[in-house]
Nanobody, 125 residues
Framework: EVQLVESGGGLVQAGGSLRLSCAAS????????IGWFRQAPGKEREGVLC???????????YYANSVKGRFTISSDNAKNTVYLQMTSLKPEDTAVYFC???????????????RGQGTQVTVSS
């Protein structure tokens, strides 16, 4: 069964940091594009950070303007896990964050092979 499971969300004060994890099972994520998305209540889903193929580290990573310089992606092949490191968090970063794996066309436009259920991130002011 192809599955992605996120963890690491929680409540943090503005200016703080969190690291979200996205553990893959049923497939090897490094062959796919990876995207991190978020959705806040009453707002449209936003592509936060997407990479066409994380194993190549060729610099083709898309960052939403709102997170540039604050969010980064990394991976642990041995654990088949991708991480979203979030720093200098702001109240407007509050949302449900989920990861997706699949084919990234450009930016965060992608077709999903799998997506996780999401993890809540709440940033207090």
């Amino acid at each position: 069964e192809v599955q992605l499971v996120e963890s690491g969300g929680g409540l943090v004060q503005a200016g703080g940091s969190l690291r979200l994890s996205c553990a893959a099972s049923g497939f090897t994520f490094d062959r796919y594009g990876i995207g991190w998305f978020r959705q806040a209540p009453g707002k449209e889903r936003e592509g936060v950070l997407c990479v066409k193929q994380i194993s190549t580290n060729d610099g083709t990573t898309y960052y939403a303007n709102s997170v540039k310089g604050r969010f980064t992606i990394s991976s642990d092949n041995a654990k088949n896990t991708v991480y979203l490191q979030m720093t200098s968090l702001k109240p407007e970063d509050t949302a449900v964050y989920f990861c997706a794996a699949g084919l990234v066309y450009s930016g965060c436009s992608m077709s999903w092979k799998a997506r996780g259920q999401g993890t809540q991130v709440t940033v207090s002011s």
